[in-house]
Structure formats: structure tokens, C-alpha cells
């Protein structure tokens, strides 16, 4: 059982480039969350879903997009990437919304140079 | 939205127990409490949630205040595995809102 699965692990990016982390859970998860953590901070929510077809923004949205085209995946897009965007992105998957737990992928760690 | 405030950092020393404080003063009557801890260089780890009752598992024990506006993780025989950032969470809505944490330090 693999869980939450995310790729890259690590990537150098220059101003203005773009890309997308991939993000894949296999226990039929209906929600799924995109989160980053900058150096000695705790998580801030991006961008969630609560099944295929229907996302929403969280705290801190603003350079980041999202699609959720089936129950697994849940890419995240970056268009223009900037240095602010420096980070360590987690996603996470739960059966549903407040009385189960979340699983967390081990994050993909990003420069933006 | 409901926040969560802790204190920075903790010391235990090994084997003995460790209470993680967490206020939660503006928590609605639908927000679960849950904990996570995130060892260095991982993702966030699921250790327990609540309601209003007190609840234990395997890794340990969550005490709920009444009003539900304070609750404590019970660690009850530290070890050095349990070094980590615990995090004092409210689910509320669809969203899962992190703060800043409490840095256990385990002391050999």
C-alpha cells in the first residue's frame, strides 16, 4: 500500500519557469490538500479538494493552480514560478473532512532560483 | 477561522511522561482536535483526534478541557523516537489548519 505518493522529491526551478508537482494516493481518498512549510514553519494549506472535479482555495492560493480530474491525482501547478515559492510542498489525502486522520506524502522540496 | 496556540518548544527527559498543552479558546461545537507530529525531513504524522471526550491509542492519549477550549497530548513514556513537532490542529470545515507546533526535545 503505497498511500500518498509525490514526485519530485527535489527540483531547482528558475525564475519564470514553470511545473507541476504530481500527487497520487491509492486508498480511494475523497479529499486531498496541498500544503507548504517554509523553513521553521508549520503547514499552510494551498489549495484542497473534496472529490474529482471540485477544488478550493485555502489560506495562501495566489501563483499555485490545481485540477482534480480523477479520485487519485492531484496535481499542483505553478505557471511563473518566483523565489517566494521556495519551499517544501506537501500533499495529504483523508477519507473525509474532520473525524479521520490525514496521510501525508514526504514532500517535494523546491528552489526557485 | 479557529486557531490553535502552543508553546514553542518542550524538553522531557527520556522515559518519562510529556503533556503537550494546546488552547483553543474560539473552537465551535463541530471541530475535531486533532494532533500530528512531523519528524525532521518527513511529512506530518497522524497521532490522535478528538471531540469532547478524552481518547487514548497506541501512541497516546488526547485530554479534553469540558468547554473544550484547552486540550493536552499525553506522551506517556517518552523516548527519543518522540522528538519531533507536534501539532494542535482543529478541523474545521473542509480544511485542516497547521500553526507553528511545539518542539519536543527528548533528553537522554
Known amino acids: 500500500n503505497a498511500g500518498v505518493t509525490q514526485t519530485p522529491k527535489f527540483r531547482i526551478l528558475k525564475i519564470g519557469q514553470s511545473m507541476t508537482l504530481q500527487c497520487a494516493q491509492d486508498?480511494?481518498?475523497?479529499?486531498m490538500y496541498w500544503y507548504r512549510q517554509d523553513p521553521g514553519m508549520g503547514l499552510k494549506l494551498i489549495y484542497y479538494?473534496?472529490?474529482?472535479?471540485?477544488?478550493d482555495k485555502g489560506e495562501v492560493p495566489n501563483g499555485y493552480n490545481v485540477s482534480r480530474s480523477t479520485t487519485e491525482d492531484f496535481p499542483l501547478r505553478l505557471e511563473l514560478a518566483a523565489p517566494s515559492q521556495t519551499s517544501v510542498y506537501f500533499c495529504a489525502s483523508s477519507y473525509s473532512k474532520a473525524n479521520t486522520e490525514a496521510f501525508f506524502g514526504q514532500g517535494t522540496r523546491l528552489t526557485v532560483v | 477561522d479557529a486557531k490553535t496556540t502552543q508553546p514553542n518548544s518542550m524538553e522531557s527527559n527520556e522515559e518519562e511522561p510529556v503533556h503537550l498543552p494546546c488552547n483553543h479558546s474560539?473552537?465551535?461545537?463541530?471541530?475535531?482536535i486533532h494532533w500530528y507530529r512531523q519528524l525532521p525531513s518527513q511529512g506530518p504524522e497522524y497521532v490522535i483526534h478528538?471531540?469532547?471526550s478524552n481518547v487514548n491509542n497506541r501512541m497516546a492519549s488526547l485530554a479534553i478541557a469540558e468547554d473544550r477550549k484547552s486540550s493536552t497530548l499525553i506522551l506517556h513514556r517518552a523516548t527519543l523516537r518522540d522528538a519531533a513537532v507536534y501539532y494542535c490542529i482543529l478541523s474545521t470545515g473542509n480544511q485542516f489548519y497547521f500553526g507553528t507546533g511545539t518542539s519536543l526535545t527528548v533528553i537522554p
Open positions: 478528538g471531540l469532547t
Open positions: 474560539t473552537i465551535s461545537g463541530t471541530d475535531y
Open positions: 486508498m480511494n481518498h475523497n479529499y
Open positions: 479538494s473534496v472529490g474529482a472535479g471540485i477544488t
